[in-house]
């Protein structure tokens, strides 16, 4: 596969992580995410990836409310920007490792069409759809994402017009992932995220990754994103294989050794690299007709038109 030479940059503004005590830079209230989306568009970012926290406490939240005041308060900006909300949270489960049915604290596990009330509310232009389980890191925390599970949230996802974002973590992510085409479930064009370096699922290794572009359908748009120190080296590594990429607070806190980033700097350090390498940034507008989603206007339109619906 070719070098990529037009190169649609994410930033994730804040994820889900415990990560908010580690770095001031972390984005909490719906005022600081929004704030935070512009100056990563501002830098370049066509795509700015969505978690909510709760204002008070710093932790993931799946508030639909929450939600709806970031992407006003982006709008009300006019800030050009391809809006992607996560629909990942409600799939953790941490169990006694001892009495494996006994949860614990931090267990936030809900049905596949329970995640999507925010999606639902605000028709986003992407929404993520994280294409299996996984143990997560080290302990008794697992993801749970079941083949049933997803069916019902691609199929919902599809009817609202929305575009699914795939998280790969692993392999099986991934084969999975292509199930769902062969069975109808997936539009094309097919919007891949390849998730590197999460314990245990894929580890950052390029080998690793040249084999999963390998696994991709064809004409699938795929980015891909690593943790911590590799999330820059991984800029690289994904326009070399024909990929588009991800930054941001999310997966990475730190510009450099003891250096705490702001997404709009990580931004800029990607920007630096895919411009250096002989690539261009693509536009909001470029990263809608690569990712075949609605044009700009007629997107924008979308999440008043839902809200009147939702009161008449």
């Known amino acids: 596969m070719p070098m990529n030479q037009d190169v649609i940059i994410t930033c994730a503004l804040t994820g889900a992580g415990d990560t908010v005590r580690k770095s001031p830079h972390v984005p909490v209230t719906p005022e600081q995410i929004a704030r935070s989306a512009v100056e990563a568009a501002d830098a370049g970012a066509a795509e700015v990836h969505i978690h909510v926290r709760d204002p008070e406490t710093g932790a993931p939240s799946r508030d639909p409310r929450l939600y709806r005041e970031v992407v006003e308060r982006i709008g009300e900006t006019g800030t050009d920007v391809v809006?992607?909300?996560?629909?990942?949270?409600?799939?953790?489960?941490?169990?006694?490792?001892?009495?494996?049915?006994?949860?614990l604290p931090g267990t936030d596990l809900v049905g596949g069409l329970e995640r999507l009330p925010h999606v639902e509310d605000l028709l986003p232009d992407i929404c993520t759809l994280d294409c299996g389980s996984l143990n997560f890191g080290d302990g008794s925390n697992l993801y749970v994402s079941t083949p049933d599970m997803l069916r019902a949230g691609a199929r919902r996802i599809q009817e609202l017009g929305v575009r699914p974002e795939l998280e790969i973590f692993d392999t099986g992510h991934l084969w999975f992932a292509k199930q769902l085409l062969a069975e109808g479930l997936l539009d094309d064009p097919t919007v891949f995220q390849l998730c590197m370096g999460i314990p245990w699922g894929a580890p950052a290794d390029p080998g690793v990754l040249q084999s999963m572009v390998n696994m991709l359908p064809e004409g699938a748009q795929w980015a891909s994103f690593a943790l911590g120190r590799m999330q820059m080296p991984w800029v690289a590594q994904s326009v070399v294989l024909g990929g588009h990429v991800r930054v941001g607070l999310e997966d990475n806190l730190y510009l450099g050794k003891g250096v705490k980033a702001t997404n709009a700097q990580l931004v800029e350090r990607a920007v630096t690299i895919v411009e250096a390498m002989g690539a261009r940034v693509a536009t909001p507008d470029e990263a809608r007709h690569k990712l075949g989603l609605k044009p700009r206007a007629e997107a924008a339109a979308v999440p008043v038109a839902a809200a009147q619906e939702g009161t008449a």
């Open 83 to 103: 809006i992607n909300l996560t629909a990942g949270m409600g799939g953790d489960l941490v169990i006694d490792p001892d009495e494996p049915l006994k949860q």
